[in-house]
């Protein structure tokens, strides 16, 4: 499976949906520390994916 942006962001959103619904302290932050981890790939790739995009636009705009 590629890893896409829009996975990494739905991990985030279900850890964070996690952590918001237990009563459990360490419950709570474990999923606050797995959504910090994923919110880092996620913006990892995206940083890749604007960078890929510029790239392009560059070679487009070179000729």
Do not use: I, P
Not at 21 to 31: A, F, G, H, M, P
Not at 32 to 52: F, I, N, P, T, Y
């Amino acid at each position: 499976m590629s890893a896409t942006s829009d996975f990494y962001r739905a991990r985030v959103a279900q850890c964070t949906r996690e952590a918001d619904e237990t009563k459990l302290t360490n419950v709570r932050d474990r999923c606050l520390r797995a959504a910090a981890a994923w919110q880092g790939m996620a913006d990892r790739v995206m940083k890749s994916e604007a960078d890929r995009l510029q790239q392009a636009m560059d070679k487009l705009a070179r000729g």
